[in-house]
């Protein structure tokens, strides 16, 4: 099993920044493919960005050059650096999961969710 445990939400101005981690444990050895999400009032959760296995990274067109996702092996945590914050960002951010197991394809699994409010 793998747990994932969020931080580092909160409020900021716009054009501010913010960091957000997720840490996993457990088995992390079966984690393929780690990232974010993000969930606004009203909308469909959207991919943010993620880090794969291998290192293959993949960010929403609508963070690209602002948004840095990066991972630390030996601590088991997976950040997302955001510069430049718009309003819009204003969400719930999970960190979500893909992990290989022993059915076809992978399991996926998410955090609790932090909440990022940029304000105007």
């Known amino acids: 099993q793998v747990q994932l445990v969020e931080s580092g939400g909160g409020l900021v101005q716009a054009g501010g920044s913010l960091r957000l981690s997720c840490a996993a444990s457990?088995?992390?050895?079966?984690?393929?493919?780690i990232g974010w999400y993000r969930q606004a009032p009203g909308k469909q959760r959207e991919l943010v960005a993620t880090?794969?296995?291998?290192?293959?990274?993949n960010y929403a067109d609508s963070v690209k050059g602002r948004f840095t996702i990066s991972r630390d092996n030996a601590k088991n945590t997976v950040y997302l650096q955001m510069n430049s914050l718009f309003t819009e960002d204003t969400a719930v951010y999970y960190c979500?999961?893909?992990?290989?197991?022993?059915?076809?394809?992978?399991?996926?699994?998410w955090g609790q969710g932090t909440q990022v409010t940029v304000s105007s």
């Open positions: 880090i794969s296995k291998d290192g293959r990274i």
């Open positions: 979500n999961a893909g992990l290989q197991s022993t059915a076809p394809g992978l399991q996926w699994l």
């Open positions: 457990g088995s992390t050895w079966s984690i393929n493919v």
